[in-house]
């Protein structure tokens, strides 16, 4: 009979990877540390699998094809991100069980067996797993399409999974990879909810997970953690299995949080005092991450293409009309498109939403290619001012 050995949640934002000016770089060593020493207890508990559970930040899903749940099925699960490659051998036996089990009982069920998979995964792999020999399977959860799955629903995910686990040899690591309060692309991006995130830690920490999974994905959308949907799923592998906090770094825009979940672990901390509940402002529907309107589609379909086409990118900072002209875009997405490159537009801190959001670009899409697009316009300038040095 499987059983799970180790069980952990933990962050995986990009400025790990690229350690940009405006971060604090103690709080991100903090991180990796943290993530480091997650990896310790691989070593300890000796897993024959790893279950990694992740979301995707529109890097391998987009609107042609948006699943709820989808499994990575193929020999070898692959992840991209900030010039960083990873290849992993699939644990298929296991995968394939899964697959047609969840299926089975009522879940249906995603699967690819070439998907990219981005930085979600790809801070697993490289801070947590980093370089160990463990086979692995990755889950994928929706957290920023709209609609998404509920917070029970992630649970019942979950209990299926461990179902799984239980019929199956294999010691299993469970990882999910996610939260916790951020607003990326949003006006809201500097203030992310901080005491939410202390609220729920809290909880966390006495094993009492049903306060979060009582939640809607509306109330997490409005304290910025739709990205704990992912530890949610854990959480059903795993029952109310108190968590032990290793760091939580409050940034400027983003809670930190790695925790680990001893499953041999059953009851809180005693002498604990009760925690209060958390007030809610939201009156229903999401505020920040909402379901794309179709007629955003040619919008959206561009600013996922400038991410992965560097030719597109350089056309676009040519003749940025022109290519929103090319995306049969609307008159007023095309008179604003050339705010992309322009960096004076500072929706990191601004407290003000992109003008394209403005227009139905989804934020975190949009975020997201603000950062490719600008990083190739910096280094155009670069190549410029060389030449001319170089001329004269």
């Known amino acids: 009979m499987g059983k799970i050995v180790a069980a952990m949640a933990t962050v995986h934002a990009p400025q790990l990877f690229t350690r940009p000016p405006s971060e604090d770089p103690a709080q991100l060593d903090a991180d990796i540390a943290a993530m480091r020493q997650l990896g310790k207890s691989l070593e300890e508990t000796k897993p024959d699998l790893a279950i990694i559970i992740g979301s995707d930040h529109l890097e391998t899903f987009f609107l042609s094809s948006v699943p709820t749940f989808a499994v990575i099925a193929g020999e070898r699960t692959t992840a991209a991100f900030a010039g960083r490659n990873y290849s992993l051998p699939t644990h298929l036996p296991f995968a394939e069980q ?3 089990s969840l299926v089975a009982n009522g ?3 995603s699967y690819s067996q070439d998907a990219e ?7 697993v792999f490289e801070w947590v797993l980093e370089g160990r020999n463990i086979p692995v399977v990755c889950i994928f959860v929706n957290t920023y399409l709209p609609p998404l799955p509920t917070a029970r629903r992630a649970e ?3 209990k299926a999974i461990r179902k799984v686990i239980d019929s199956r040899p294999e010691k299993v690591a469970v990882i999910a990879s996610g939260g916790m309060s951020h607003y990326p692309g949003t006006w809201k991006y500097p203030q992310p909810a901080f005491d939410f995130d202390y609220w729920a830690i809290k909880h966390m920490e006495r094993g009492n997970h049903e306060a979060l999974l009582d939640l809607s994905v509306e109330q997490l959308d ?4 739709t990205e704990m949907l992912p530890w949610f799923v854990m959480f059903g592998a795993i029952g109310n299995v108190p968590g032990e906090l290793i760091t939580y770094q409050p940034t400027w825009h983003h809670g930190h949080a790695v925790m680990q979940f001893i499953p041999t672990r059953t009851a809180p901390p005693e002498g604990e005092a009760p925690v209060p509940t958390w007030d809610f402002q939201n009156v229903g529907g999401y505020q920040f991450y909402k379901h794309p309107d179709p007629s955003s589609y040619p919008l959206n379909k561009l600013i996922y293409d400038l991410r992965h086409k560097q030719r597109l990118r350089l056309e676009l900072l040519e003749d940025p009309k022109a290519v929103g ?6 008159p007023e997405e095309i008179e604003r498109i050339d705010t992309l490159a322009d960096e004076s537009i500072d929706v990191f801190r601004s407290l003000k939403s992109h003008p394209l ?20 316009a910096r280094r155009l300038r670069r190549e410029r001012e060389q030449q001319q040095t170089v001329a004269s």
């Open 117 to 123: 998979l981005g930085h979600s995964f790809a801070s």
């Open 107 to 109: 879940f249906d069920m």
């Open 98 to 100: 899964m697959l047609d």
């Open 325 to 330: 002209r090319s995306y049969d875009l609307r």
């Open 156 to 158: 019942q995910l979950g």
């Open 222 to 225: 409005e304290v910025g953690n």
């Open 357 to 376: 959001v403005d227009l139905g670009a989804h934020p975190l899409g949009l975020l997201m290619c603000l950062v490719v697009v600008q990083a190739e």
